[in-house]
């Protein structure tokens, strides 16, 4: 008796079972290609961005070509620090007048991008008395030997900036083709990146291949 009931539930399972259709495979891959992309936009949108280096403003650290990986949580969620590699918009027409491209890979916006070093913070006064002088934050040289392109000075002009609540202070790694802070002292607000216009720090250099690395923080002492 239960064998027999058994047989014909197996029949009737035969009977109704059929393949899926083609447009049903169909919706199914078009629904994960959707999902992919839309975690995809979530997580540039809210969590990381990828860049090409566009100048010579950071060599030897990062070359024309070189693409990073930028981590947009700092400084939102995690404390940004001296030495920092940031990604920041033009945050006062720096770039006025150039035909650069900034961020070819961005697929969130078509905004125009720099990126340069985290030298002072909130609070620090980084000053240099000229060429053949160290840079000084809050009066004590720093060491840039880990990532100041050979041969050139720390800076070739004299300065002097305090930094206020909300801003850095930034500096290219090739001083003597960087128009970064110094150069934009009198751009109404002496030179300095608002922390919202940071849009993250690169953490990871991925191309090219012969080139992949992590962007370490290379300077993180206290100078207070």
């Not at 064998?3 to 169909?26: D, L, M, N, T």
């Not at 000053?127 to 840079?135: D, N, R, T, V």
């Not at 970064?180 to 191309?207: E, M």
């Amino acid at each position: 008796m239960v064998g027999r009931h058994s047989k014909k539930a197996r029949g009737q399972s035969r009977r109704y079972a059929r393949k899926p259709s083609v447009w049903s495979e169909i919706r199914g891959y078009l629904l994960t290609v959707i999902a992919v992309m839309l975690v995809v936009l979530l997580g540039r949108t809210f969590v990381f961005n990828v860049y090409v280096i566009p100048s010579r403003s950071m060599e030897d650290t990062l070359q024309i070509g070189d693409r990073v990986f930028a981590s947009r949580l700092t400084p939102r969620l995690f404390t940004l620090h001296r030495g920092d590699i940031i990604v920041f918009k033009d945050p006062a027409d720096w770039m006025e007048g150039e035909q650069l491209p900034t961020n070819l890979m961005s697929i969130i916006d078509s905004n125009r991008y720099l990126i340069k070093r985290v030298i002072g913070l909130p609070g620090d006064t980084v000053a240099c008395k000229g060429s053949g002088e160290p840079i000084t934050v809050n009066g004590k040289p720093i060491d840039e030997s880990a990532y100041l392109k050979s041969g050139v000075n720390p800076s070739d002009s004299p300065f002097s900036v305090t930094v206020t609540d909300s801003n850095v202070f930034v500096l290219g790694d090739n001083r003597s083709n960087s128009r970064d802070s110094r150069y934009h002292l009198d751009d109404g607000n002496n030179g300095l990146v608002p922390y919202d216009d940071i849009q993250g720090v690169a953490l990871f250099r991925f191309w090219p291949f012969t080139r992949i690395g992590i962007l370490n923080w290379v300077w993180r002492e206290s100078t207070s």
